[in-house]
């Protein structure tokens, strides 16, 4: 059974006169509960695709179908209600809100979510329970990271989006990230969808789309996707 | 200078932040028209009238006196310091035409004091000149003729020329009439020689006294004043001559509003300006950095980002300097109801100046202030990425009953106010403003409205206030009215009294049966107070300029005789009919007798045709005639309650907006990660606005003193003869608190519009 469901989706940006295709006619599916990685060169058009999947962006022609529910024509209103029960974003600069501590920005999510996880446990399971009382100013970036994941999960979201989550981390915290990742949303059979350019990164998914001036160049399935620890970057 | 290229810089960057310089070019505009605006009428309204009394030679006191003697005239010619003397006679007649009145002077050919301004035709022997604004409004021209009844005997004159006076710039007919009102009280000028036909020879009652600059003139009324005698009926000096006072009042009260009017506008200018050029400034942290890299000086950036704020500055203080004169001065002073001979602009330069010094230290000031923190560091440090920025704990967190309990979002709006408290200040004062400044306009308005049933419903309960000709009423007439109603005598007079503190003038006296049924005095307290038997009344305001109370002693001038003390038994509160209470028992005491000039009636039943009709009855007044005097005045009052409000809302919907763009742009990254994670449009809104409406809040409680203080202000300089408290009342405070929460609802929705509008995703994308 299809989870995700892109069905001739194309997205064109208008500016002036100029017209660009950033996503041209692509389709493809991906299972419940699975890890899988968009891999592209940067214009590919791979953040477009996990904008339009996330409700942050609409799609000009096609459908996405997530769950059995289409949502490419949903409304503004329906679309936010998308993002808020059903989607958790990772950053690549975390997006943390400064003005609040490591808990409040993840209690941020489970005030939203219908059906939230515990925040103090999150942040436990990235390993921060020493840090719930700082402000994202006093923590490192890879700190940072692991409480925008675990934010992300506290909606406790159907789909996990990363855009670009270890681009500005060293590698050894990238791994780590990327594991921790992994590992909770396996836990919690979440489905994830990592955009990248860093091809090593999609030795770990089950599914990799390769994208290209946007378009889907190539599907590639992993029956046995590599360990973190065994990628080298 | 400004170099070429930083100066295109400093245009671009001002367009980026449009709003923000806009709303510091309208509030400094505001402040600067509010300011030079209000300046201007003073000063406008001084230099034409100075001019006038110059142009018109306008004596420096006056000596009433019935019929002085020679002797009497060349005595005060002696004075030290007096230069000039002549005698006139000066009375109030009526006149055919209905309900007007005419203060008329008689001159004689060789008088060079207090000339009537001439402005059509010519003064001569066998005619008259008239009053222009009286004549235009009864549609009187020269060759016309008009006749004035002075001690009960007809005179008609021709009318030879129309002109205006300096001692009738601002006067009104009685202590009844609020404001100048030609159709009822005007002046004529007559030649003595015309006095012949009715007194069977020239006479005169008043020496008008010239001075050299410089005079002590409290020692030349001493002096005049010993030198008359017991024949004295008073002294005035020119600053308290009935038209003079007025203008001074008015002049005063345009000085005490151009002092702290623009205040609140200056602040809020400072304030807008340091939100803006702080942002600014550190936004362009790495560019300050680049500029110095590149080998830019210190004076150089300084005076780039100085710029910013002096530029706006000095647009919006010229444009201010433009319209406020022209706004205020040119349009307003004619309407101040003054008939002056020119109403010609003044500008006083010193406040222009004044005024750009002013704004220059609020805008550039400011600017200089903001990069001044910035440019010391070095350029190493200006490149290297700002640090970021911070969250600190605050001290409702250690509260955690409380801080616990808090949703998320109310303790990020707490954080993100507390961090802000700048803004929230000058949102803050902005809506004071507003909320203080409406308070005034419309408890001036509804102060002004209300004084008729104030005077007429609390103090004067009579319907009808007639005026006799004492002669013709003599005490046994009088007893015997037999009106149906009830009626009480009085007599209203002018005295003279000499104070504690040695000033010397004229006041008005007014006798009347102790019983006192129609005139109720109260104290400030509400307290009634009854006429005593042992001393006087002196209203509050009377005491308050002159610096005595209960229990202090002043000397009156008996008819005739020589000066008597007198003590102040208690201190009534009257807001109109402002002077000396006394008992007609303690003034026959005092060996005066009691001549009533006028009766108040409240009748039982209709009004008496017959006696009204008689020919005791010389004038008469009823309620409803006071009321239609006021609505004339009711244009001016209106125009300046709806520029009040205008200025009021301004000022609430720049600030407000202010904060609520600030509060948005700074945070824009926040708030799109707020969209992200699925928070709807109305959440967020709140998280930008909820600071907005902590200010409301607590502006409008704030502003509330503020406005009673204005209101107290306006309301105490609004009429010399008048002593208004500005009371605030409720209704009028929750419509100036509705009003602003309506102004705050518009901004608010302009700024929800702006919001709605945020491009998540571009928002996200970079990392500045």
Request: hydrophobic share 40%; glycine share 8%; with cysteine.
């Amino acid at each position: 059974m299809d989870f995700i469901t892109f069905e001739n989706v194309e997205r064109v940006y208008r500016m002036g006169n100029t017209v660009i295709k950033a996503v041209d006619g692509i389709s493809f599916a991906l299972n419940k509960g699975t890890f899988n990685v968009v891999l592209g060169q940067s214009g590919a058009g791979k953040t477009t695709v996990l904008n339009m999947l996330g409700g942050m962006d609409s799609s000009t022609s096609g459908r996405i179908i997530v769950n059995d529910k289409e949502i490419s024509g949903m409304s503004e209103y329906d679309l936010t209600e998308y993002r808020r029960t059903q989607i958790g974003f990772v950053f690549q600069f975390y997006n943390l809100v400064p003005n609040l501590t490591a808990l409040e920005n993840v209690q941020l999510a489970e005030e939203i979510s219908p059906d939230p996880l515990d925040a103090r446990e999150m942040l436990q399971r990235v390993g921060l329970e020493k840090r719930m009382s700082n402000f994202p100013s006093q923590m490192s970036g890879g700190e940072q990271q692991r409480v925008s994941i675990a934010r992300a999960l506290a909606k406790n979201p159907q789909i996990v989006l990363c855009d670009e989550p270890t681009g500005a981390l060293d590698s050894e915290t990238g791994r780590m990230v990327l594991r921790l990742i992994r590992d909770v949303s396996n836990d919690l059979g979440k489905t994830v969808v990592i955009v990248t350019h860093n091809a090593p990164i999609a030795e770990m998914a089950q599914t990799v789309l390769h994208m290209r001036d946007g378009k889907i160049a190539k599907t590639e399935f992993h029956e046995h996707p590599k360990d973190v620890e065994d990628i080298i970057w | 200078m400004v170099r070429g290229t930083l100066f295109k810089k400093s245009l671009r960057d001002m367009r980026k932040s449009k709003a923000q310089f806009i709303s510091i070019f309208i509030m400094a505009t505001l402040a600067v028209t509010i300011m030079t605006g209000l300046d201007s009428i003073w000063f406008t309204v001084q230099n034409n009238a100075d001019a006038m009394y110059n142009a018109t030679n306008l004596s420096d006191l006056w000596v009433t006196v019935q019929n002085p003697s020679e002797q009497d005239l060349w005595a005060i010619r002696k004075i030290d310091g007096v230069t000039q003397v002549e005698k006139r006679f000066s009375t109030d007649a009526d006149t055919d035409l209905p309900g007007a009145t005419l203060h008329v002077y008689a001159l004689n050919d060789r008088s060079t004091l207090d000339q009537p301004e001439i402005q059509e035709g010519r003064f001569s022997k066998n005619g008259a000149v008239l009053d222009s604004s009286f004549a235009k409004v009864h549609n009187l021209k020269v060759g016309d003729t008009i006749s004035i009844k002075l001690d009960g005997i007809w005179l008609q004159l021709p009318i030879n020329g129309l002109a205006i006076s300096s001692e009738q710039v601002s006067v009104v007919k009685n202590s009844a009439t609020l404001v100048p009102d030609p159709t009822i009280y005007g002046f004529i000028v007559i030649h003595t020689s015309a006095l012949e036909s009715v007194y069977g020879q020239k006479v005169y009652n008043q020496i008008s006294v010239k001075t050299a600059s410089g005079t002590n003139l409290k020692e030349v009324v001493q002096k005049a004043d010993s030198i008359i005698g017991d024949k004295l009926i008073g002294i005035t000096l020119q600053k308290d001559s009935t038209s003079v006072s007025n203008v001074n009042g008015r002049i005063q009260q345009f000085k005490i509003l151009s002092l702290v009017f623009p205040i609140l506008f200056f602040l809020v200018t400072a304030l807008i300006t340091q939100s803006t050029m702080v942002r600014l400034v550190e936004n362009q942290r790495t560019q300050i950095g680049i500029l110095k890299a590149l080998g830019y000086s210190k004076g150089s950036i300084l005076w780039h980002y100085t710029s910013y704020g002096v530029m706006v500055g000095v647009l919006g203080s010229l444009t201010g300097l433009i319209l406020g004169p022209n706004i205020f001065g040119r349009i307003l002073v004619p309407q101040l109801q003054l008939t002056l001979s020119s109403y010609r602009l003044h500008i006083n330069y010193w406040n222009f100046a004044f005024a750009l010094l002013l704004i220059l230290l609020c805008t550039g000031g400011i600017s200089f202030y903001a990069c001044w923190q910035l440019q010391k560091d070095t350029p190493a440090v200006l490149l290297r990425d700002k640090p970021p920025k911070k969250g600190k704990h605050i001290f409702l967190e250690s509260i955690p009953s409380i801080w616990d309990k808090m949703k998320f979002s109310n303790k990020l709006i707490v954080r993100n106010t507390l961090k802000n408290k700048g803004r929230l200040i000058m949102s803050t004062i902005g809506v004071m403003g507003c909320v203080g400044v409406i308070i005034a306009a419309l408890t001036v308005k509804s102060t002004i409205v209300g004084i008729t049933d104030q005077v007429y419903g609390d103090t004067f309960t009579y319907d009808q206030k007639v005026i006799i000709d004492p002669k013709k009423a003599d005490s046994r007439y009088l007893n015997n009215l037999g009106l149906n109603g009830i009626t009480q005598l009085i007599q209203e007079s002018a005295i003279e009294v000499i104070y504690p503190n040695g000033e010397q003038k004229m006041e008005i006296i007014t006798v009347t049966t102790i019983d006192s049924p129609l005139v109720q005095m109260k104290d400030i307290d509400g307290n009634p107070i009854s006429l005593p038997e042992n001393g006087i009344l002196m209203t509050r305001k009377l005491c308050k300029t002159l610096g005595i109370d209960k229990g202090d002693s002043i000397q009156i001038k008996r008819t005739g005789e020589d000066y008597v003390p007198v003590q102040i038994i208690q201190v009534p509160y009257m807001a109109s009919g402002q002077g000396i209470y006394v008992s007609d028992s303690y003034w026959k005491s005092l060996g005066e007798k009691f001549s009533p000039t006028a009766i108040l009636i409240q009748w039982h039943g209709p009004l008496d045709q017959r006696f009204l009709q008689s020919d005791v009855v010389t004038d008469s007044a009823t309620r409803e005639s006071q009321h239609e005097g006021l609505s004339s005045s009711m244009g001016v009052i209106n125009f300046a309650v709806v520029a009040l409000i205008v200025m009021g809302a301004s000022l609430a919907f720049v600030v407000l907006y202010n904060t609520g763009i600030l509060n948005f742009v700074e945070r824009i990254r926040d708030l799109a990660t707020f969209r992200v994670l699925g928070f709807h449009h109305r959440e967020i809104r709140n998280l930008v606005l909820v600071e907005n409406y902590f200010s409301i809040l607590l502006g409008t409680i704030l502003g509330i003193p503020i406005g009673r203080f204005i209101s107290w202000l306006i309301a105490s300089s609004l009429d010399e003869r008048m002593d208004l408290l500005g009371n605030i009342t409720l209704p009028n405070v929750l419509i100036a608190t509705a009003m602003t929460i309506f102004f705050a609802w518009i901004t608010n929705s302009s700024i929800a519009r702006k919001m709605k509008q945020l491009e998540m995703l571009e928002a996200l994308k970079s990392v500045e």
